[in-house]
């Protein structure tokens, strides 16, 4: 099949081609119901069930795809979107816009230096050599450090009545592609800025970070001028109710009309819980989505209280709605439970 005659009129949907991002995103993906087959060596696959294609890129790349309107939407993380935005500044055009927090493939770009070296402070590394893949928000962070350093000299030489020192020579940025933690121990740099997950690579490398230059997590962006905006719109609704159905359970009980507030204190939900009547007219039962984290502490507290039947159900899937701004769920929430 000539794929490239078919992406006519379809919205491109860029996703990592590999990496640590690529298998939570096909997961999601999959749980959106976005239905497709990636053929062996294809960076491209059409959509069987929307007007959709997926669009194979590595995940530096994607912000670029997505800020030039090359394609619609686009998974990525929120390091790569900081430094694309850093290297090409938005205009009214170009650029992209945030959709969704995925709240997968967190980490953060730290600075880092020896642990047994004479670093201990990012200012102690300007005029030195630096090692990164993200050399325009490594080259931002030394121009803001050498502009503060620069100030605060000048400003401790006028109180002094003494001279200004000489200006500092300008951080040098070198750019690597890959195995970055390994600079420092090869004499190239004195100092790296690079992606933390665990720490266990950065502790394996003898180093330690003395700065965090931005923290980051996976995110749905979108161009400023997608081809199909309600395509997009339908997209993000199903993502978002993945990712709710994954942070949350359905918590049902039975409990004491008299100890109705109380529990739904405990179990407030995303909006309000649901309220039955039972048969027992002294009794009602309470049905309300909890944060998976917290599920077994608020049985605890439910059963303290006085409730009874308590049962916790999987949710597969949800639609709750967008939040209104006090945080409360702004639409009728359904959802698929397992």
């Known amino acids: 099949m000539d794929l490239v005659n078919h992406l006519e009129g379809r919205l491109l949907f860029a996703v990592p081609k590999k990496g640590r991002l690529q298998q939570p995103t096909l997961d999601l993906l999959s749980g959106s119901d976005i239905q497709f087959r990636r053929e062996t060596r294809l960076d491209i696959a059409l959509v069987k069930n929307h007007n959709l294609a997926l669009v194979f890129l590595p995940a530096a790349d994607i912000p670029t795809f997505v800020g030039e309107g090359r394609v619609d939407l686009g998974i990525t993380g929120r390091d790569q979107v900081a430094e694309h935005e850093a290297t090409s500044p938005s205009t009214e055009?170009?650029?992209?816009?945030?959709v969704l927090d995925l709240g997968f493939g967190k980490c953060?770009?730290?600075?880092q230096v020896p642990e047994k070296g004479e670093i201990h402070d990012p200012k102690d590394l300007i005029s030195k050599n630096v090692v990164t893949s993200f050399v325009s928000l490594t080259q931002q962070y030394f121009d803001r450090l050498e502009k503060e350093q620069a100030a605060k000299e000048e400003e401790e030489a006028k109180k002094n009545g003494t001279t200004p020192k000489p200006k500092h020579q300008p951080t040098k940025i070198k750019y690597v592609g890959g195995s970055v933690e390994a600079a420092c121990a090869l004499g190239v740099a004195d100092g790296i800025v690079d992606l933390v997950e665990s720490g266990e690579t950065m502790k394996a490398a003898g180093l330690k970070d003395i700065d965090t230059v931005v923290s980051s997590t996976a995110v749905l962006i979108k161009s400023k001028n997608p081809s199909n905006q309600a395509l997009v719109d339908l997209i993000a609704s199903r993502i978002l109710g993945v990712i709710t159905a994954q942070k949350y359970v359905l918590c049902q009980y039975n409990v004491p009309r008299a100890l109705l507030k109380t529990a739904t204190g405990i179990t407030p939900g995303k909006r309000a819980p649901t309220i039955t009547p039972l048969e027992h007219q002294d009794w009602v039962a309470v049905s309300s989505m909890v944060e998976k984290k917290e599920i077994a502490n608020k049985m605890d507290e439910l059963t303290s209280?006085?409730?009874?039947?308590?049962?916790?159900?999987?949710?597969?899937?949800?639609?709750?709605?967008?939040?209104?701004?006090?945080?409360?769920?702004?639409?009728?929430?359904?959802?698929?439970?397992?």
């Open 93 to 98: 055009t170009t650029g992209v816009e945030e």
């Open 305 to 338: 209280l006085g409730a009874t039947d308590i049962l916790v159900l999987n949710i597969a899937n949800s639609r709750t709605g967008t939040e209104t701004n006090n945080g409360e769920d702004g639409r009728t929430m359904n959802m698929t439970l397992t």
């Open 108 to 111: 953060s770009l730290r600075v």
